[in-house]
């Protein structure tokens, strides 16, 4: 709960390496993005595109540096950046 929160860093360090050491790879890559959509967030976006590709993760940070995805290809990534940067992506939608 909320008033049981305790913000010292020896109880939370616990806590994060127990999500990299026991979560699944869902756990992981959401405690990723969402420490990234986290305005204090304390590592370099760049940091985690770099171990994502270096890793051979699954998984691309897309432009807004913010949002992890599944990925095949470099084009694949290209592609939905630009796709998400314009007005297409509302095309064909119908609104009522």
């Known amino acids: 709960m909320a008033d049981e929160f305790d913000n010292s860093w020896d109880i939370n360090v616990k806590g994060i390496k127990k999500i990299f050491a ?3 790879s869902a756990d992981i890559y959401g405690f990723v993005q969402w420490l990234l959509r986290n305005q204090s967030c304390p590592i370099a976006p ?24 599944p990925i095949t290809t470099s084009k694949e ?20």
């Open 46 to 69: 760049t940091d985690i595109s770099v171990c994502l590709t270096q890793g051979g993760s699954a998984y691309r940070l897309l432009d807004d540096d913010k949002t992890l995805f």
């Open 77 to 96: 990534a290209k592609e939905l950046n630009r796709i998400l940067e314009s007005d297409e992506i509302f095309a064909d939608a119908l609104f009522f």
């Open 22 to 24: 026991e979560g699944s």
